[in-house]
C-alpha cells in the first residue's frame, strides 16, 4: 500500500511566524501535491511537483512556497503565517498519467493548522 | 468558475438502500474521474475510477457512471452501510503527465441504521 505521512497531524502556529509543513511518500512516485480543504470550498491545489527540483503553481499558490529536494519529500513554507491560512492541508502523491490512463492520487492524513 | 460540481452539499440514505451522488463538469477535455471517501481528520482515500472511453465501471457495492454528452458522473452505492457515512468528493483529470486533478465540493453523505 501506497504510504503518504505527513509530519504533523496538528499544528498552532503565530501570525508572521515561517511555517514547515512535510510530507514523505514511500512509493517512489514522480508527483506530489499540496491542497488545502476548507468548508464548502472542496480540495483546492496549492502547489504541486512533477520531478525533483520541479514545481508548479496550482491554483492558489500566494504566500506559499515549496521544496522538493528528494523524490520522497515534498515541503510546504508559509513565508509569514496569516489567520486566512488556518486550514487543513494535505499532501497527496501519484504515478504520472504516462504510466496508462490517469492515476489516482494517494492523501496523507492531513495537517490541522491553526495560525493565531 | 468551479470546473467540477457537486450540487448537493449532503444526503441522508436508509442502510441497505441505494445511494447516487452526483456531480457535473464543464471542460469536456477532462478524460479521466475518481471518487474519494472522506472520513473526519483522516485523508480522502481512493474509491473509484473511470476513464472517458467508459461509460460504467463497477467494484463490489461501488459503481460509477459517466455521461459525456451531459458532462455527468454519478456515483451509486448499493447496499449502503452505516460505515458508508462520510463526506465524498468527485474530481476530474485534464490529462497531462503531471496528473492534477480537479475536485468538487464534496457531499456529506448519511446512512442511517
Known amino acids: 500500500d501506497v504510504k503518504v505521512t505527513q509530519s504533523s497531524r496538528y499544528l498552532v502556529k503565530r501570525t508572521g511566524e515561517k511555517v514547515f509543513l512535510e510530507c514523505v511518500q514511500d512509493m517512489d512516485h514522480e508527483n506530489m501535491f499540496w491542497y488545502r480543504q476548507d468548508p464548502g470550498l472542496g480540495l483546492r491545489l496549492i502547489y504541486f511537483?512533477?520531478?525533483?527540483?520541479m514545481k508548479e503553481k496550482g491554483d492558489i499558490p500566494e504566500g506559499y512556497s515549496v521544496s522538493r529536494e528528494k523524490k520522497e519529500r515534498f515541503s510546504l513554507i508559509l513565508e509569514s503565517a496569516s489567520t486566512n491560512q488556518t486550514s487543513m492541508y494535505l499532501c497527496?502523491?501519484?504515478?504520472?498519467?504516462?504510466w496508462g490512463w490517469g492515476q489516482p492520487q494517494h492523501f496523507g492524513d492531513g495537517t490541522r493548522l491553526s495560525i493565531l | 468558475d468551479q470546473q467540477v460540481k457537486q450540487n448537493s452539499p449532503s444526503l441522508s440514505v436508509q442502510e441497505g438502500r441505494i445511494s447516487i451522488l452526483n456531480c457535473d463538469y464543464t471542460?469536456?477535455?477532462?478524460?479521466?474521474f475518481l471518487w474519494y471517501k472522506k472520513y473526519p481528520a483522516e485523508g480522502p482515500t481512493f474509491l473509484i475510477s473511470i476513464s472517458s472511453i467508459k461509460d460504467k465501471n463497477e467494484d463490489g457495492r461501488f459503481t460509477v457512471f459517466l455521461n459525456k454528452s451531459a458532462k455527468h458522473l454519478s456515483l451509486h452505492i448499493v447496499p449502503s452501510q452505516p460505515g458508508d457515512s462520510a463526506v465524498y468528493f468527485c474530481?476530474?483529470?485534464?490529462?497531462?503527465?503531471?496528473?492534477?486533478?480537479?475536485f468538487g465540493t464534496g457531499t456529506l453523505l448519511a446512512v442511517q441504521p
Open positions: 497527496a502523491s501519484s504515478l504520472p498519467t504516462g
Open positions: 474530481a476530474a483529470s485534464p490529462g497531462g503527465a503531471t496528473n492534477k486533478l480537479i
Open positions: 511537483s512533477y520531478d525533483v527540483k
Open positions: 471542460n469536456s477535455m477532462f478524460d479521466y
